[in-house]
């Protein structure tokens, strides 16, 4: 892979240090142009790395075309307007989720896409994971049989031992609480390992007394456009002390020949249950899968595939259209959770 200069637009954002850190330990990247529209935040992110240096203008970079593609870690509704002017201008683009503000933002940058054949690529880590690409391959080739149903939960740490005044927790700035900022990720990788949402109902509600104007708890039932049924469950709901987690993380996923269930953080695999005939005689049993840790930064790995789509022109591993469906999904939730409704999703 050729050395890379690689424009960050703006670095004030939660997963800012992560990403900073990848772009710094990924040698294929010669430059690293940054701009912030607080030039000392922008300073104090290039300090201390040979290959950073802060710019004045990130504009010109972007229509002059002196980059080859570009970082955006801004608030949402600033990412959206952002990717759209570097994608219109044919660059590629990765940003951290859900990548826009609203749906009809990133319709936008869909369109731009389709006009320039750039990418927007958000990152959705889990797509790449060992077990993932596993668990695909399973449901793909049928040992679950006819899928029937599925869950998925990401519980974490409540708004009381964060930072309730963060951009993460305003409505105008986030577009939406914990379903927008974590839950994206699971109804990503449902849509990934199952296929599109047709249906959504939901409640969704603000259970903490923090003065925030997002949800910190949800539950949401899908309908895949083959059928399946399902769950997603996430909340800021735990206060961790000793022997209590911080979070609680599963997919299961049901069909008529048998079961996946994986806790992602528990370090000991899936578990699977079938009576696919190509598994006779192991109804269940426990599946570790090698997962190297990384520690070259927030979602290394993603990061480098990214890279290398952006260097062979082809599509990243996750693209606008993964982020609209997205957001499509979490909108159409909170649509049902205020209407009291199922919501249909075109397909």
């Given at each position: ?114 006009a320039t054949g750039a990418y927007f ?109 399902g769950t997603v469950r996430a909340g800021y709901t735990h206060k961790p002390f ?106």
């Amino acid at each position: 892979m050729s050395s890379l200069t690689i424009g960050v637009w703006g670095v004030d954002h939660p997963h800012g240090g992560g990403h900073l850190h990848t772009l710094r330990n990924t040698p294929d990247i010669d430059r690293l142009l940054i701009w912030d529209a607080d030039p000392d935040k922008a300073r104090v992110a290039a300090d201390g790395n040979p290959k950073a240096e802060v710019v004045d203008d990130i504009d010109s970079l972007i229509e002059q075309r002196g980059l080859d593609a570009v970082v955006v870690l801004l608030p949402n509704r600033d990412a959206g307007p952002a990717t759209l002017k570097a994608v219109r201008a044919g660059l590629y683009v990765y940003g951290d989720k859900p990548g826009a503000r609203t749906s009809d933002q990133m319709r936008l940058i869909v369109q731009a896409a389709q006009a320039t054949g750039a990418y927007f690529c958000p990152c959705y880590p889990w797509r790449v994971d060992p077990i993932v690409r596993e668990i695909k391959g399973l449901i793909d080739t049928g040992v679950l049989g006819d899928l029937w149903s599925f869950e998925a939960k990401w519980l974490t740490s409540q708004v009381a031992l964060r930072d309730a005044s963060n951009w993460l927790f305003h409505d105008d700035v986030a577009g939406g609480g914990i379903l927008a900022w974590l839950g994206c990720h699971w109804i990503d990788l449902l849509v990934y390992l199952l296929g599109p949402v047709a249906q959504v109902a939901a409640k969704v509600s603000t259970r903490c007394r923090e003065d925030i104007d997002v949800e910190d708890t949800a539950s949401v039932i899908l309908q895949t456009a083959s059928g399946a049924i399902g769950t997603v469950r996430a909340g800021y709901t735990h206060k961790p002390f000793e022997g209590y987690d911080d979070s609680d993380l599963c997919l299961s996923f049901e069909g008529h020949l048998g079961s996946i269930y994986w806790p992602p953080h528990a370090d000991k695999g899936y578990r699977l249950r079938t009576g696919h005939p190509d598994y006779a005689g192991v109804s269940s049993r426990w599946v570790q899968l090698q997962r190297v840790k990384d520690d070259q930064g927030y979602s290394h790995a993603f990061f480098q595939a990214f890279l290398r789509a952006v260097t062979q022109g082809v599509a990243p591993p996750a693209t606008q259209q993964d982020a609209l469906r997205v957001m499509q999904v979490y909108e159409a939730a909170y649509a049902s959770s205020l209407g009291g409704q199922h919501i249909t999703i075109e397909a």
